[in-house]
Structures are given as C-alpha cells and as structure tokens.
C-alpha cells in the first residue's frame, strides 16, 4: 500500500525489508477546472487549454548552481542518464500521470544531493492562467523495477493566482535518499524566476 503523504512530511526510500530503492518512476498529474462557456467563457480564457510543465532542479549541497542542471520539456534528460524525462503533456486531459519523470539514484554523481521536483505554468501571464484552474494536483513516487506505488502526495490547497508550484524533493541524507512533500505554491512566471529560489 502506497503511503499518502501530508504538506512536509518525508519518508525514506526504502522497502520494508530494509533494501534501498535506486530506481523511481515519478509521477505528476493534475486537472484542469471546466470553466464557462458561452459569451463569458472569453474571460475565463476557455477556449485554452492550461498547460503545466514539469521540471527537476539537480542541486549541488542544496543550490541548483548549473543550468544544464535543469531537466525541462527543452533539455529532457540530464547529461548524466540520471533523469528522463518522458515529454511535454499540453492539456493534463485523461487519467493517471500527466507527465513522467524516471530517476536512476545510482547514477547521481555524488557531488549532487538534492532533486527539485516542480510544476508550472506554460505562458501563465500571457495565457492568464494559474493554479486555480487546476484540481487534483498530486505527484507519487513508484518503484520503477517492481512497479510499485510507494508514495503519494496530493496537493489540496488553494493555489489560486500561483503560477509555479514546488511540489517536492529527493533528497540525500546519511548514504539514504528520502522523499519530502512541499506543495509550495509561488508567483513565479517562469523556470529562470524559479531557480532563483534554489541558486
């Protein structure tokens, strides 16, 4: 059974019998909020799909300080092997994860110790669109060799007028990777806005 996480708690990556999971499927998916239609539906921008991309910050003892460090639906996959992306989803329509990211810790160099995991909004200030027009928020964590659910986090609060949402982190700690639920919604319009918060 898969663990629900709550807003800041952590747990640690690793099976019941004690062996370590190296290899992570992470999973990110969201809906968008049917807006009106008709004459009002022009404010609402509804002829628009809301389009949310994901994002991993790899940091160096905690700061993001390289930008081909940044693995995005431009750079999908980091020089490393260490994090594939899976592709852009334009819309967030359908069931299940709406964009995947897979995670092979044993290829992280060392010197690398945290993985930013967030989400924002494609063109939010030229397409007006935001958090708030988005529902059923979560990301998961699965082990990518058993297919197993470990984690999940759904974020349930309002994040209306947000643009970017950091959503979580793997983190090293003591030669043990460990999994922290955020749900940290920010103003920020886009990546280079966001990593300021991490530099």
């Not at 910050?57 to 994090?83: R, S």
């Not at 003591?174 to 319009?189: C, P, Q, V």
């Amino acid at each position: 059974m898969a663990v629900n996480l709550q807003k800041g708690q952590k747990v640690s990556l690793v099976k019941p019998n004690g062996k370590k999971i190296m290899k992570l499927m992470v999973g990110l998916g969201w809906d968008a909020i049917e807006q009106p239609q008709g004459f009002f539906s022009r404010l609402f921008n509804g002829k628009d799909d809301i389009d949310c991309d994901a994002s991993v910050f790899l940091c160096k003892k905690g700061k993001f300080v390289d930008n081909d460090d940044l693995v995005y639906f431009g750079n999908l996959e980091h020089y490393t092997n260490a994090v594939k992306h899976m592709g852009d989803n334009l819309t967030g329509e359908g069931d299940g994860d709406d964009e995947q990211i897979f995670v092979d810790l044993t290829k992280v160099p060392a010197e690398y110790d945290k993985l930013i995991f967030v989400v924002n909004v494609y063109k939010a200030l030229v397409r007006n669109h935001h958090f708030g027009m988005i529902k059923n928020a979560f990301i998961r964590i699965v082990d990518n060799e058993t297919n197993e659910e470990l984690c999940r986090y759904n974020l349930s609060e309002n994040y209306d007028g947000m643009l970017s949402m950091i959503v979580g982190e793997v983190y090293r700690r003591n030669d043990e990777w460990k999994f922290n639920a955020i749900g940290t919604g920010t103003k920020d319009a886009n990546l280079t806005q966001l990593s300021e918060h991490f530099r």
